[in-house]
């Protein structure tokens, strides 16, 4: 097209583009935002994954010298949760602390709550059943599961109390028009202290004497007590140490939810079972690793398929893994 002007003919080019170029741009924009979205998910799934990861270390410090089902670990989980909201509304309404002091105190109530339960499960509970039936722990385990439940059900007289949003800026790892792949601050906060946590316990327990204590208990108890090793305060340690890393999960879940319901410790101690169960009790590295790996999972069924069919699947992949890999995988040594 062409007018006229002080210099003859102009040439006007025309701004619109054509419909095979916006077709074009249209696509590009449509899988740019596929891309960020499935970027989102990942994103998501590194936060859900630590958690796991965490519990999954903790547990099996104590399985791996145990080789029993412990339906507990999921409610100390849980339990520590909720003592840490309590007692995180105990001190801002009751002894007026500030809200930072007031989490510091819900923190140190959750570990010493997390020690004393350890403490009596390990002292009470395992070593009498030790060398008796599976079943025997099984059922002890689960009593325990639902006393904890209800205890943190009485003690917040049957409602939920929640956090207040902390640390809930959001933090852009890409962006594009119309759509931003974040995560919060707290996410951030909390997938570096149990990559830290994991790190740091993995590089110990390869080199401590502990270390070498309890992969030596996990091999084989009785050589090991022939060695001169205290086959008793090895497992004290690690059920101490694995009450820990459920205190601290739960600590981290709380904060970032805001709250732990009551029934929530038999789902992620279910969860936290199988996954281990699938691989193996002999590293607890190995699975946190797997465990971090079926969060991830579910982040990415929870972004792409129906929520309310995760869980169903999640257990049936996870059942049907266990049934594929069978009981050979706890024949080597622990490493």
């Given at each position: 097209?062409?007018?006229?002007?002080?210099?003859?003919?102009?040439?006007?080019?025309?701004?619109?583009?054509?419909?095979?170029?916006?077709?074009?741009?249209?696509?590009?924009?449509?899988v740019l935002l596929s891309m960020l979205y499935?970027?989102?998910?990942?994103?998501?799934?590194?936060?859900?994954?630590?958690?796991?990861?965490?519990?999954?270390?903790?547990?099996?410090?104590?399985?791996?010298?145990l080789h029993r089902t412990n339906l507990a670990?999921?409610?100390?989980?849980?339990?520590?949760?909720?003592?840490?909201?309590?007692?995180?509304?105990?001190?801002?309404?009751?002894?007026?602390?500030?809200?930072?002091?007031?989490?510091?105190?819900?923190?140190?109530?959750?570990?010493?709550?997390?020690?004393?339960?350890?403490?009596?499960?390990?002292?009470?509970?395992?070593?009498?059943?030790?060398?008796?039936?599976?079943?025997?722990?099984?059922?002890?385990?689960?009593?325990?599961?639902?006393?904890?439940?209800?205890?943190?059900?009485?003690?917040?007289?049957?409602?939920?109390?929640?956090?207040?949003?902390?640390?809930?800026?959001?933090?852009?790892?890409?962006?594009?028009?119309?759509?931003?792949?974040?995560?919060?601050?707290?996410?951030?906060?909390?997938?570096?202290?149990?990559?830290?946590?994991?790190?740091?316990?993995?590089?110990?327990?390869?080199?401590?004497?502990?270390?070498?204590?309890?992969?030596?208990?996990?091999?084989?108890?009785?050589?090991?007590?022939?060695?001169?090793?205290?086959?008793r305060a090895v497992f004290r340690r690690a059920?101490?140490?694995?009450?820990?890393?459920?205190?601290?999960?739960?600590?981290?879940?709380?904060?970032?939810?805001?709250?732990?319901?009551?029934?929530?410790?038999?789902?992620?101690?279910?969860?936290?079972?199988?996954?281990?169960?699938?691989?193996?009790?002999?590293?607890?590295?190995?699975?946190?690793?797997?465990?971090?790996?079926?969060?991830?999972?579910?982040?990415?069924?929870?972004?792409?398929?129906?929520?309310?069919?995760?869980?169903?699947?999640?257990?049936?992949?996870?059942?049907?893994?266990?049934?594929?890999?069978?009981?050979?995988?706890?024949?080597?040594?622990?490493?």
């Amino acid at each position: 097209m062409q007018i006229s002007g002080a210099y003859g003919m102009v040439p006007i080019v025309s701004s619109i583009p054509s419909p095979q170029t916006a077709s074009r741009l249209g696509e590009m924009r449509l899988v740019l935002l596929s891309m960020l979205y499935f970027f989102q998910q990942v994103l998501n799934g590194l936060h859900s994954g630590a958690l796991y990861a965490l519990l999954a270390f903790g547990y099996v410090l104590t399985n791996g010298i145990l080789h029993r089902t412990n339906l507990a670990y999921g409610a100390l989980f849980a339990f520590c949760g909720q003592a840490m909201i309590l007692s995180v509304a105990f001190a801002y309404q009751v002894l007026w602390l500030t809200l930072l002091a007031s989490v510091l105190f819900g923190v140190v109530a959750a570990l010493l709550y997390a020690a004393l339960i350890s403490h009596v499960l390990s002292r009470s509970v395992f070593e009498p059943l030790a060398d008796r039936s599976p079943n025997a722990i099984v059922v002890t385990t689960l009593g325990i599961l639902l006393v904890l439940s209800e205890a943190s059900r009485i003690a917040a007289d049957t409602h939920d109390l929640w956090l207040p949003p902390m640390l809930a800026e959001p933090m852009v790892f890409a962006e594009s028009p119309g759509f931003k792949a974040t995560l919060t601050l707290i996410q951030v906060l909390d997938c570096a202290v149990v990559l830290a946590a994991v790190a740091l316990a993995t590089r110990v327990f390869a080199r401590s004497n502990f270390g070498r204590c309890w992969r030596a208990v996990c091999d084989d108890p009785r050589a090991a007590a022939l060695c001169g090793v205290d086959v008793r305060a090895v497992f004290r340690r690690a059920v101490l140490f694995g009450g820990f890393c459920a205190a601290l999960a739960g600590v981290m879940a709380s904060l970032y939810y805001g709250n732990v319901s009551f029934g929530s410790g038999l789902v992620y101690g279910l969860k936290i079972l199988f996954v281990t169960a699938v691989g193996g009790y002999l590293s607890p590295p190995r699975a946190a690793l797997g465990a971090a790996a079926f969060g991830m999972a579910e982040s990415l069924w929870a972004g792409y398929f129906p929520i309310e069919w995760r869980d169903a699947w999640m257990y049936l992949f996870l059942v049907a893994m266990l049934i594929l890999i069978g009981t050979g995988r706890d024949t080597g040594k622990a490493v």
